[in-house]
Nanobody
Framework: QVRLVESGGGSVQAGGSLRLSCAVSGYTSRSYCMGWFRQAPGEAREAVAVRRTDDTPTYADSVSGRFTISKDNAKNILYLQMNSLKPEDTGMYYC???????????????????WGQGTQVTVSS
């Protein structure tokens, strides 16, 4: 049974930082595409950063240079370090996974079918 549990959200002022964590159980994260997604009120969920099975990261243009996705293979935890946060980064952040690989990890963002419960990030100006 695949299980993803996010933590680390909160409220910060613009320019601040947060680190999100996603504890993975039920499978080895190396065999799955994994990523971070967010959803603002009234908007569709969008991909923020994904990690390919060869550890290559891909970022949305809106967060490139500010966010970093990483993983701890020993602990099976996926992280999202968020720096220089902006009010438009506000939303519910979700950890997602699916059994893809390579370029499909970003190219097939609609294929993600395992989700955590989400963690709220609020950035005030």
């Amino acid at each position: 049974q695949v299980r993803l549990v996010e933590s680390g959200g909160g409220s910060v002022q613009a320019g601040g930082s947060l680190r999100l964590s996603c504890a993975v159980s039920g499978y080895t994260s190396r065999s799955y595409c994994m990523g971070w997604f967010r959803q603002a009120p009234g908007e569709a969920r969008e991909a923020v950063a994904v990690r390919r099975t060869d550890d290559t990261p891909t970022y949305a243009d809106s967060v490139s240079g500010r966010f970093t996705i990483s993983k701890d293979n020993a602990k099976n935890i996926l992280y999202l370090q968020m720096n220089s946060l902006k009010p438009e980064d506000t939303g519910m952040y979700y950890c997602g996974a699916y059994s893809g690989s390579g370029l499909a990890c970003w190219g097939q963002r609609n294929a993600y079918n395992y989700w955590g419960q989400g963690t709220q990030v609020t950035v005030s100006s």
